[in-house]
C-alpha cells in the first residue's frame, strides 16, 4: 500500500486493485463515514455544514488518525474479491517517508492494524519507489530515486540494500498547487479552488518556460472575481505557470544536491553513470526532467509509470519479506 497524501493505491497479488484519492468525507456529528476516495473528493470544498471532507494525510505524515483509520477501512472495502482482502491473517507493506519520526511511524502503523492488518511492515518510499522503478537494491553498486508525491518529495541514494544518503523535505505537489492559487489571486485577480489549481497544473503545469513542440494549449480558467465577485474567464499559458512554480521547483533542486553532497564518491560515480530516476505525481510536471538534467549536470529519468512505482514496490516487498531485511516492523 502505497499512502499518499494526494492518493492511496492498494496491490494485492501483483495488480493495483485500489487507486483512490486520499480523501475521506465524515459526518460532522457522528463521525461516521460517509464516503471515501474518489466520491469523497467530489464533495471536496462543495460540503454544507453537516459533512466535512478531509485529508488526512499531510506533508506525507498523518494529521489526523481516527480519519486515516476510517479511510484506511473504507478503502480496503472498496475491493470486491469474494473475500476479506486484508484478514487479520494477512500481511501489509505500508510505503512511510524516509523522514518520517518514531511517532509518526507509529501513526502508520497503529492505523493499518485497527484497519485489520496482522502482520504490519513498513517501508520507506525512496526504496519502494526503486524496487517498483525494477532496481536491484541489494547490489553493491548506487543508485538515486527523487519521489515527489503530494505532500512531501523524497531524495535518497541507495546501495546494498541500505539508504545511504537521502534527503526528506516537506515540498511536493501541494506547493505547487498553492503556488497556483496564489499566482491567480496576485495576477489575475480571480479565485480558484485547490481542485481548480490542481487542473491547472495538470493542463498547463510546467518547469520550463519554453517547450518548444510539447507545448500545451492555453487553458482557461472560471472564477469570481475577488473585489466585485462578477464571474471571469482567463486563459492561462504555460509559460506563465513556469514562472510562478520557479521557486518551489528551486527547493526540490537544492534537496538533490543536498543529498549529492553526502554521497560517498563511488557511489557518487555509479549515480552519474546510472542517471537518477524521478517517480511520484510531480515526475509528470513538464520538462521537469529536462530542468533537473540541465540543472545538476546528471541524466534524470521519468520512470515507466511514475504515479505507482511505491505501490508496485511495496507490492514486490509484500512477497520478499522473508528476504528484504530493511523492511520494519
Excluded at 522503478?133 to 538515486?144: H, L, Q, R, Y
Excluded at 519554453?210 to 499559458?237: F, I, K, Q, S, W
Aim: aromatic share 4%; net charge negative.
Amino acid at each position: 500500500m502505497d499512502l499518499g497524501t494526494a492518493n492511496t493505491v492498494i496491490i494485492s497479488n501483483g495488480k493495483i486493485v485500489v487507486d483512490e484519492p486520499s480523501v475521506v468525507a465524515l459526518d460532522r456529528h457522528t463521525d461516521k463515514m460517509i464516503a471515501v476516495g474518489g466520491k469523497a473528493k467530489m464533495m471536496h470544498e462543495k460540503t454544507h455544514d453537516n459533512i466535512r471532507t478531509i485529508r488526512p494525510l499531510q506533508n506525507g505524515v498523518i494529521a489526523d488518525f481516527n480519519a486515516c483509520e476510517q479511510m484506511i477501512r473504507g478503502l480496503i472495502k472498496m475491493v470486491d474479491t469474494g473475500r476479506r482482502l486484508f484478514s487479520p491473517s494477512l500481511r501489509m507493506v505500508i510505503g512511510v517517508p524516509s523522514g518520517s519520526t518514531e511517532v509518526e511511524l507509529r501513526a502508520v502503523r497503529d492505523s493499518a492494524e485497527r484497519a485489520n492488518g496482522r502482520d504490519v511492515y513498513l517501508l520507506f518510499e525512496p526504496m519502494a519507489a526503486a524496487i517498483g522503478v525494477g532496481i536491484d537494491v541489494e547490489a553493491p553498486e548506487g543508485n538515486m530515486i527523487v519521489d515527489i508525491g503530494g505532500g512531501s518529495t523524497e531524495i535518497a541514494v541507495i546501495s546494498l540494500g541500505g539508504i545511504v544518503s537521502n534527503n526528506s523535505i516537506r515540498t511536493a505537489g501541494d506547493d505547487l498547487t498553492a503556488d497556483i492559487q496564489a499566482y491567480m489571486s496576485r495576477q489575475h485577480n480571480v479565485k480558484v479552488s485547490e481542485r481548480m489549481a490542481e487542473r491547472i497544473k495538470i493542463h498547463v503545469g510546467s518547469a520550463l518556460p519554453d517547450l518548444g513542440e510539447n507545448a500545451p494549449e492555453d487553458y482557461v480558467v472560471y472564477g469570481p472575481n475577488r473585489v466585485t465577485a462578477l464571474p471571469m474567464e482567463v486563459p492561462v499559458c504555460y509559460q506563465e505557470i513556469a514562472h510562478c512554480l520557479d521557486k518551489t521547483i528551486a527547493k526540490i533542486e537544492t534537496a538533490v544536491l543536498s543529498a549529492l553532497e553526502n554521497t560517498p564518491p563511488e557511489l557518487y560515480a555509479d549515480i552519474v553513470k546510472n542517471g537518477i530516476w524521478l517517480t511520484g505525481g510531480g515526475a509528470l510536471l513538464r520538462g521537469l526532467d529536462k530542468r533537473l538534467t540541465d540543472k545538476i549536470n546528471i541524466p534524470f529519468h521519468i520512470a515507466e509509470d511514475p504515479l505507482h512505482s511505491v505501490a508496485r514496490g511495496t507490492g514486490i516487498a509484500l512477497k520478499n519479506v522473508d528476504r528484504f531485511t530493511f523492511l520494519m516492523r
